[in-house]
């Protein structure tokens, strides 16, 4: 049972997640169109300031390579062609990862060129040869058997079946941008993923600070447990007795509990700041309203209800974990001076209980019951444990 509410909790919070990535697919591919934009840009200004770029507009001063020889020993060239007229422009190679065409260099030799998104650029010229427009690259071939055997029966005459040209994309914005796009768009949108899990891992941390942290503070939530437990299944945490042991009952959750508890706050005690807090349970810990008259149920009834204030004042933030552990304390040493264990404690605690809520005593009950039987419950700790903070 524990292990299936598990699995809907966290099934719960990755379709939230999803849901909440699906939203965003507008901004990121808003940020994907922005990045390749200033990319762009960036990509005009490099050109204008001499640079050789894999598949711009070939220069004066850019390498010209005749021959596969002379390719080797150049990172970016454009190639010098045969004459355009003996050019064959309906020589392509069709493999599964793209069509390459086959250009003639000037010293004969047959080598396939790839681009992306672009068509290739080979002036027309009478002369014996002429230059392609692009810049591009030698790059290594990797072809499984299968497609050299296509390539082979094709009769396309290739020099090499080791290297291709690479003749990179069209650097107009349009095209440049369609090109890239769904590759950036799939960084943004991974990017989004990883703030999105950040902000949810510190959120989780955040709120569930009101977690026990030692045997100290363990006993101090289980002075008022019984409380604790029905205000996390009341809103919806849990349910009874099963919940997270937590100050206050609920995390520290700003979009829901802690508004629930402020609401309790100011509709069942008329509190709404710190200092009327804290007026309250001196109140009724050590002022006038503290009872004096030794009954054992109003005891327990005011001192358990002045521990789940202090808890609920550490949920919205109006006590820090130190004024909360110290304050708790001094409410605890009351309880262990007026009480011998957790059963004496809680059968007292209920007893007033059922007088305020004849109708829903039974489950507080239930809950003393679960906790009691439940691993690392606080009433499985020594009653007379030292409570110094």
Not at 29 to 58: I, K, M, P
Not at 140 to 158: A, G, S, V
Not at 229 to 254: N, W, Y
Not at 321 to 330: I, K, P, T, W
Request: proline share 4%.
């Amino acid at each position: 049972m524990k292990k299936d509410r598990y699995w809907k909790r966290n099934l719960r919070s990755a379709l939230l997640f999803l849901l909440v990535l699906w939203l965003l697919r507008p901004v990121a591919e808003r940020l994907a169109f922005q990045t390749l934009e200033r990319e762009h840009q960036r990509y005009v200004t490099s050109q204008q300031q001499g640079e050789d770029l894999l598949g711009a507009q070939a220069r004066e001063d850019t390498p010209r390579a005749a021959s596969l020889a002379e390719m080797e020993g150049k990172n970016l060239f454009t190639c010098v062609l045969e004459g355009a007229e003996v050019w064959q422009m309906g020589d392509i190679v069709r493999l599964d990862d793209g069509y390459y065409d086959v250009l003639t260099l000037a010293s004969g030799e047959r080598v396939a060129a790839q681009s992306v998104n672009t068509t290739l650029q080979v002036p027309l010229s009478e002369e014996e040869t002429t230059e392609l427009s692009q810049v591009c690259r030698l790059v290594p071939w990797e072809l499984d058997e299968l497609e050299r055997t296509i390539i082979e029966r094709q009769e396309m005459n290739l020099s090499t079946l080791d290297y291709y040209l690479d003749m990179g994309t069209d650097m107009d914005p349009e095209t440049f941008i369609e090109s890239r796009m769904p590759a950036q768009y799939r960084r943004c949108l991974a990017v989004e993923a990883l703030v999105l899990l950040v902000i949810w891992l510190l959120g989780h941390w955040y709120c569930e600070q009101g977690r026990p942290r030692n045997r100290l503070e363990l006993w101090l939530v289980g002075a008022h447990a019984l409380w604790g437990q029905q205000s996390a299944a009341v809103c919806g945490v849990e349910r009874f007795g099963t919940s997270p042991l937590r100050f206050g009952g609920v995390s520290k959750s700003p979009w829901g509990k802690r508004w629930l508890c402020k609401q309790a706050l100011i509709r069942s005690w008329d509190i709404h700041n710190r200092e009327e807090l804290l007026d309250t349970v001196e109140y009724m810990s050590q002022g006038q309203g503290f009872p004096r008259d030794g009954d054992p149920e109003n005891l327990a009834w005011q001192l358990c209800r002045s521990s789940s204030l202090l808890g609920m004042g550490y949920v919205m933030g109006w006590l820090n974990r130190r004024e909360l552990v110290e304050r708790s304390c001094v409410v605890g040493k009351l309880i262990q001076q007026n009480f011998h264990s957790w059963d004496d404690l809680c059968q007292s605690f209920l007893g007033a209980y059922a007088q305020f809520s004849p109708q829903n005593v039974q489950t507080r009950v239930d809950i003393y019951w679960k906790l009691k039987n439940r691993r690392g419950s606080p009433f499985q700790l020594p009653f007379d444990l030292p409570l110094e903070p």
